[in-house]
């Protein structure tokens, strides 16, 4: 049966915002993801449907509060919540925040290259 942990899982996202780990089991990634700061990441969206993450999520809030924003509501998860987040959200994560979070390799990966680009052009935006 495949496994991981966080000591193990590599680390790909490592910015001063957020800490990122991830592995792939079968089908599925697993993110541990460790928030320093508040983040608000809905441009990176753009240019997906509804420029809304794409990618369904399974997690659990281990510390502090995420927000998961719908066209027509909010569903707000604490520490020691399971959520599902359905495609179609944006999220809104606060400083202190770790979750682990189990989503469809596939999906995340199409959601991911968008989200890639938009981070990448604003980084040059920011550079020049």
């Known amino acids: 049966m495949p496994r991981t942990a966080k000591p193990e899982a590599p680390l790909l996202l490592d910015e001063e915002a957020v800490e990122g780990r991830y592995s792939e089991l079968d ?13 608000d990441p809905a441009p990176l969206f753009r240019g997906l449907p509804d420029d809304a ?3 369904p999520h399974w ?8 927000v998961f924003r719908y066209p027509d509501h909010d569903e707000v998860y604490h ?7 359905a495609p179609g959200h944006v999220p809104l994560v ?3 925040t770790e979750v ?18 938009n981070l990448a052009a604003a980084q040059q935006h920011q550079e020049a």
Not at 59 to 66: D, E, N, T, Y
Not at 100 to 111: L, Q
């Open 27 to 39: 089908d599925y990634t697993v993110g541990f993801e460790t928030f320093h700061q508040d983040v």
């Open 53 to 55: 993450c794409q990618s």
């Open 59 to 66: 997690g659990v809030v281990l510390k502090g509060r995420m």
């Open 79 to 85: 520490a020691g919540d399971a959520y599902y987040g």
């Open 94 to 96: 606060f400083a202190g």
């Open 100 to 117: 682990v979070e189990f989503s469809p390799t596939a999906a995340m990966r199409e959601t991911m290259a968008v989200v890639g680009r």
